[in-house]
């Protein structure tokens, strides 16, 4: 899952929780396949005497099945208020009629994964779950990471399609809104896009000095969700800083 190394060492797994029937060896399971697509629309930004590195963000469903989070009013954080957040849950699907294709009202649900913790974020207006991205500067040369993103947030929800004629895709967004217990999430074939100018979408280089580095995004940094595969989890692009400018002089960092 990992671009280098270095990002390695930041991917910490929490022990994940079932709420249902743990997954037998010989059931057909549809999983989601989250796959980060290219960084773009770079910027550098003065907020606040802070010097932002801005990008925009996409995370695609490229998988046969389904990413579907249901919330669980279980007090998450621990903090004695169980209306504060909400404990997410992945609802996995099984392959019910064998067609390798997700069949909504078709497909049964068979198990559920324990992903994280959802809160309201007042920046966005609506609820997200935690840790879902996470964005890394480094040295090209040897990976050693000179800034990082806090554990960057999303709503999961179908904002654009990205491989319409994929089976099982839809022909409308499914997941919509992100609310306190609605289920959210992402379809066959869509993807959720966070532009640029939205709060959580930086990584702050204040004190980064000029040159090229390495900037990496990677969806599920924790690997809590169930997919078809990781390994391409991550996407990384060459940049170089001057001042307030910076230009995109390479795609991948790999050494």
């Known amino acids: 899952m990992?671009?280098?190394?270095?990002?390695?060492?930041?991917?910490?797994?929490?022990?994940p929780r079932s709420i249902?029937?743990?997954?037998?060896?010989?059931?057909?399971?549809?999983?989601?396949n989250l796959v980060t697509l290219?960084?773009?629309?770079?910027?550098?930004?003065?907020e606040d005497g802070a010097k932002l590195l801005r990008f925009a963000n996409i995370i695609g469903n490229r998988g046969?099945?389904?990413?579907?989070?249901?919330p669980v009013a279980d007090d998450c954080d621990g903090d004695g208020d169980p209306q504060d957040d909400r404990s997410a849950y992945q609802r996995l699907y099984a392959d019910t009629n064998g067609n390798g294709v997700?069949?909504?009202?078709?497909?049964?649900?068979?198990?559920?994964?324990?992903?994280?913790?959802?809160?309201?974020?007042?920046?966005?207006?609506?609820?997200?779950v935690e840790d879902f991205a996470r964005y890394v500067l480094?040295?090209?040369?040897?990976?050693?990471?000179?800034?990082?993103?806090?554990?960057?947030?999303?709503?999961?929800?179908?904002?654009?399609?990205?491989?319409?004629?994929?089976?099982?895709?839809p022909g409308?967004?499914?997941?919509?809104?992100?609310?306190q217990d609605g289920a959210t999430g992402m379809s066959v074939g869509w993807?959720?896009?966070?532009?640029?100018?939205?709060?959580?979408?930086?990584?702050?280089?204040?004190?980064?000095?000029?040159?090229?580095?390495?900037?990496?995004?990677?969806?599920?940094?924790s690997d809590r969700i169930v997919e078809r595969r990781d390994d391409d989890n991550g996407r990384s692009i060459l940049i170089r800083i001057r001042g307030s400018s910076l230009r995109e002089i390479g795609t991948g960092c790999a050494r």
């Open 2 to 15: 990992s671009v280098t190394l270095a990002l390695s060492l930041i991917l910490v797994a929490r022990t």
């Open 20 to 32: 249902a029937t743990p997954l037998g060896p010989s059931v057909p399971i549809l999983r989601p």
């Open 38 to 46: 290219p960084i773009g629309d770079l910027s550098i930004d003065r």
């Open 64 to 70: 046969p099945g389904v990413l579907e989070l249901l």
């Open 102 to 128: 997700f069949d909504r009202g078709v497909d049964e649900a068979e198990a559920a994964r324990f992903v994280g913790c959802t809160f309201f974020h007042p920046e966005h207006d609506h609820w997200h």
């Open 138 to 169: 480094s040295k090209p040369k040897d990976g050693r990471v000179v800034a990082l993103s806090d554990k960057v947030s999303f709503c999961v929800r179908d904002s654009i399609v990205r491989w319409q004629g994929r089976p099982g895709a």
């Open 172 to 179: 409308a967004p499914y997941y919509r809104d992100c609310t």
């Open 191 to 221: 993807a959720d896009l966070y532009g640029a100018e939205l709060y959580g979408q930086s990584v702050d280089v204040t004190g980064v000095s000029d040159g090229r580095y390495c900037l990496a995004s990677i969806s599920d940094p």
